[in-house]
């Protein structure tokens, strides 16, 4: 792993079994994505690219290959490690949100801090001011269900910003999105990553997502296919 990487995968291998049934997800996947980089995963259904954002960050495990995430070899870590690996090091955004309904926008900000043992002084300024990013300050008080779903995704990317993470993973998060939106949302990453120097790791199927990363990755059938720039891909898909 290079100094300037956030992320190193190598050879990894993934198999899910059902009985007698192998279905093998991911099928020697090596990449890297450097420190400050808005990374991409981009593939159809099913071709591994939830199972392995998964396996960077720590909710599955490899069957074979490594995984280092900011100098952590993540496959060699216990369960009481992968937790703490969970709360510092990574973001994620998950598809559905995830936020939870009985708290406000503000205490879902606040979550990850509390679970890390921050005073409630130091974790309600630091979640003010992701929300001040973010552009939600004013719903600080809402519950989730009061706000759109464009609006409770900015809410789960502040969280996931809560313990200044090596890496934040989001995935598909366009997927419930109109183009409006998606583009907003796009505006933001790239604003997060501009002024914190945020690494940012997204898997989705939408190549005009891919487009305003950095770093794209093509994934299918298990297997990294290509990697480009955004100039670089859409030549190779003649866009």
Do not use: W
């Not at 981009?42 to 960050?57: A, D, E, M, Q, R």
Request: proline residues 3%.
């Amino acid at each position: 792993m290079s100094r300037e990487d956030a992320v190193t995968v190598k050879n990894v291998v993934k198999v899910y079994r059902y009985g007698k049934l192998a279905y093998e997800a991911l099928r020697g996947v090596t990449m890297s994505v450097g420190r400050g980089e808005v990374a991409c995963i981009v593939g159809p259904s099913g071709s591994g690219k939830t199972t392995l954002l998964n396996i960077i960050g720590g909710l599955d495990k490899p069957d074979t290959g490594a995984v280092i995430v900011d100098g952590v070899d993540v496959a060699k870590l216990s369960e009481a490690e992968l937790t703490r690996f969970r709360l510092f090091k990574v973001g994620y955004v998950f598809q559905l949100y995830n936020l939870i309904p009985t708290l406000t926008v503000l205490e879902n900000v606040e979550l990850p801090m509390y679970l890390a043992g921050v005073s409630k002084e130091v974790r309600r300024k630091r979640a003010v001011e992701l929300l001040e990013m973010v552009g939600l300050e004013r719903y600080a008080d809402k519950t989730p269900d009061m706000l759109s779903g464009g609006e409770q995704q900015r809410v789960a990317i502040a969280r996931a910003l809560a313990n200044n993470p090596a890496v934040v993973l989001m995935d598909e998060p366009t997927g419930a999105l109109d183009t409006e939106n998606t583009r907003k949302l796009m505006t933001l990453v790239k604003k997060l990553n501009r002024e914190l120097g945020q690494t940012f790791i997204i898997a989705t199927h939408d190549v005009s997502v891919a487009r305003e990363c950095t770093k794209i990755f093509t994934i299918r059938d298990g297997k990294i296919e290509g990697v480009y720039s955004p100039a670089e891909l859409s030549k190779a898909l003649h866009i």
